[in-house]
């Protein structure tokens, strides 16, 4: 309380300044007509949005339209196209849930799925947007792709801001940040609604690579890019954020400004690492860097006995730094009631053949080997050139989405993983952290991303002395009831924490973290968390551009 305290009066900001936002409802909703006005100044592109499931029950049921929300239920890409969609349907839901699979009769009402949304082309349609949102103090939402684990883009009786179908990818052979005096470099300029799959296409066919994210079907330059963004890549290059050379943005009092270090750089230090709420970006510039020759990729299949999982996840956990020193990035997925953990080891710009490449899986091999019929290790290597056939390998294109799956991480320091006993511990612990159908995933990086200096940009500064990410799952299904559901999230935090004490001087990630985070301020931005405070608070002073545990949600509400 003392802190927040003290983060009010660091911002010059105060309770009694900011009411509660105007929500879908309340007697200041704005009328009709007014609505009707922006609809018109937007062409008709005011979205009255519903949960997607709405045309299967009651008071929307039509027979055409449920068919085809059923066909595309567990498409990504389908549901970022939708202004109700969200890839997790916890988002869509709330405390109302309207799942496909329920009884026809069954009322569906409009959860945590903005009212009306705006389904924006251009930066003059967010510019009204945005205005139309100031002058009536509304909850606003932006929605990208659709893929935030905290909920970020849906919000109980809000205002959306669709920006997906703003399309664009723009390669440059020479380009300087505006108005800066700097060398020139190659770069490419993204869109907001552009997802990776299509960015990763068309670097491919340039033949350049960008530090971009694992599933392809995550916005390009949304979410991933604003709350910092790994990447196979992340070793060698950094985060996404170290890549950023320029923003477009509308900002909160609706005017368009170009960002990067010499113009707003208090603005473009913030964009990169603090997460929503600070502008509506309409496009990112990312350095380019030389096509990747050749990509080594392993896939690892380790599987043991239940009485001999924890001894073999821990010689796994430690087996981490080999893989690390040879150059790997490492993307696990641990699912202990399996007694399995299945890698993806990605080794780029590699001279070495696959199978000496695979050599480096020695330790695994001859752990398998001193216990016969306990444990076994199969690998798959292979090499590769294009970046999308890579990422696909990390992450399976067209992994199905609209289900339920909430996280909370941890990132952890290298010497977390060195020490038998630390590792035996660890594995311990991760081997009960889970349902049985809940997985764990392990993800190792380290290198360039440890070099940037931690007031660089405004990510938490545990990412510069980070080498491992821990995130831990928990699901329910369509038909847990909202008291199951709320003791499944508490149960979340709770092994969250735990995991926290591990590490108890390092942080989250922010895009990869538990929506019930305690402390989140202090865990998701560690000290940066003040300054971006006054950032948000100077370029959006009456919190306009809110979301949930974003930077300022303690004080603006979302
Ligand atoms: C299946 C899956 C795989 C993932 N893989 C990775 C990965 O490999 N690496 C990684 O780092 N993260 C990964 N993530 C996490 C991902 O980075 C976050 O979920 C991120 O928030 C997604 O951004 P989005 O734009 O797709 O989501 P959205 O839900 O559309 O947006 C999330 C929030 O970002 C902000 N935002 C989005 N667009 C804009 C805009 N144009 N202007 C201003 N603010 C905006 C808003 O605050 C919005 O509420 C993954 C997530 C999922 C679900």
């Known amino acids: 309380m003392l802190v927040i305290s003290l983060l009010f009066l660091a911002s010059g900001a105060s309770a009694a300044r900011y009411p509660p936002h105007c929500v879908a409802g309340d007697p200041c909703w704005p009328a009709d007509v007014s609505w009707a006005r922006l609809n018109s100044t937007l062409h008709g592109r005011l979205v009255r949005s519903l949960p997607p499931a709405a045309p299967c029950h009651i008071p929307n049921y039509d027979e055409v339209a449920c068919a085809a929300v059923k066909a595309n239920w567990a498409s990504a890409s389908w549901r970022a196209r939708q202004p109700g969609a969200y890839q997790d349907t916890a988002w869509e839901n709330g405390d109302e849930p309207c799942y496909v699979d329920g009884p026809q009769n069954a009322t569906c009402r409009q959860g945590l799925v903005p009212y ?89 066919a340039r033949g350049v690579t960008i530090v971009g994210g694992g599933c392809t079907s995550v916005g390009a330059a ?98 981490q730094t080999k893989a690390a020193d040879a150059g790997f990035f490492t993307s696990s997925v641990i699912l202990p009631s399996a007694g ?31 216990h016969p019929n306990q444990v076994t290790v199969t690998t798959t290597a292979m090499a590769l050139k294009s970046q999308l056939s890579v990422v696909h390998q990390i992450v399976p294109e067209g992994m199905p989405q609209g289900t339920i799956s909430i996280w909370g991480s941890r990132l952890f320091p290298r010497s977390a993983f060195e020490g038998d006993e630390k590792n035996q511990k660890l594995a311990k612990f991760l081997s009960t952290a889970t349902m049985p159908d809940s997985s764990i995933v392990l993800m190792i990086m380290g290198g360039k ?15 510069r002395t980070m080498f491992g990410h821990i995130m831990i799952e928990r699901k329910w299904s369509s038909d847990t009831n909202i008291s199951d559901r709320n003791a499944i999230r508490k149960d979340l935090t709770q092994k969250t924490q735990e ?22 301020q202090k865990t998701f931005w560690g000290d940066n968390y003040p300054r971006l405070l006054a950032i948000k608070s100077k370029y959006d002073p009456s919190g306009v551009l809110t979301c949930r545990k974003c930077v300022g949600d303690d004080i603006f509400g979302s």
């Open 116 to 204: 009306y949304t705006a389904v924006v082309l251009s930066v003059e349609d967010i510019q009204a947007a945005v205005i139309f949102a100031k002058d009536n103090h509304l909850r606003t939402r932006i929605k990208g792709a659709s893929h935030d684990f905290l909920g970020k883009s849906s919000g109980k009786g809000s205002f959306g801001i669709q920006t997906i179908h703003m399309k664009g990818i723009t390669f440059k052979d020479s380009f300087v940040p505006t108005a800066c005096n700097v060398p020139a470099q190659k770069a490419v300029s993204v869109a907001a609604g552009e997802l990776f799959s299509d960015l990763y296409k068309a670097t491919d």
């Open 222 to 319: 949304g979410g991933w890019a604003l709350g910092g963004g790994h990447s196979h890549l992340t070793p060698l290059y950094g985060l996404g954020v170290d890549n950023i050379l320029q923003f477009s943005v509308v900002t909160a009092d609706g005017r368009a400004r170009v960002v990067n270090q010499c113009q707003n750089p208090d603005l473009f230090w913030a964009l990169r690492g603090g997460g929503g709420g600070f502008a509506v970006v309409t496009s990112v510039t990312y350095k380019t860097h030389p096509a990747i020759e050749s990509t080594n990729i392993v896939l690892v299949s380790f599987r043991a006995t239940p009485e001999l999982f924890t001894s073999a996840l821990s010689k796994y956990l430690g087996f």
């Open 340 to 370: 399995m953990v299945l890698g993806a080891y990605v080794l780029s710009n590699s001279d070495d053949s696959a199978a000496s490449t695979n050599s480096t899986f020695d330790p695994l091999f001859q752990f398998a080997a001193e």
């Open 449 to 463: 991303v440890n070099e940037v200096a931690p007031s660089a940009t405004a990510v938490n500064p545990s990412w």
């Open 499 to 520: 995991l926290a004490q591990f590490v108890p001087d390092m942080g989250a990630y922010m895009n990869e973290a538990d929506a019930g985070e305690p402390e989140w």
